[in-house]
């Protein structure tokens, strides 16, 4: 399984990021796809989910009305869209299948700072 983010970078606080990442539509069908995070010092924690079948979508209450995650089946991508980001969302984040115990990409920085 391969699974490759992009998209990360430096935006000031309120700004917006698009992360995107690629897998084979293999991963895509057969397991729970997340968005994960995680801050230096911290544990990994899970954003967003999108359920196998790519319908239903799930959002923690830490980023819920910010971030919206959905997926683009014609290019086996799925994306997280992060708006009025704050400081405490700088992280790296991760694609990752079957949370916590799946495998993930190499991850992508987002850092929120002015």
């Known amino acids: 399984v391969q699974l490759v983010e992009s998209g990360g970078g430096l935006v000031q606080p309120g700004g917006s990021l698009r992360l995107s990442c690629t897998a084979s539509?293999?991963?895509?069908?057969?397991?729970?796809m997340y968005w994960v995070r995680q801050a230096p010092g911290k544990g990994l924690e899970w954003v967003t989910v999108?359920?196998?079948?790519?319908?239903?979508?799930r959002v923690s209450d830490s980023v819920k009305g910010r971030f919206a995650m959905f997926r683009d089946s014609a290019y086996n991508t799925l994306y997280l869209q992060m708006d009025s980001l704050k400081p405490e969302d700088s992280a790296m984040y991760y694609c990752?299948?079957?949370?916590?115990?799946?495998?993930r990409g190499q991850g992508t920085q987002v850092t929120v700072s002015s």
């Open positions: 990752m299948a079957n949370y916590p115990n799946g495998p």
């Open positions: 999108i359920l196998k079948g790519g319908v239903s979508t």
């Open positions: 539509d293999f991963v895509f069908s057969r397991a729970n």
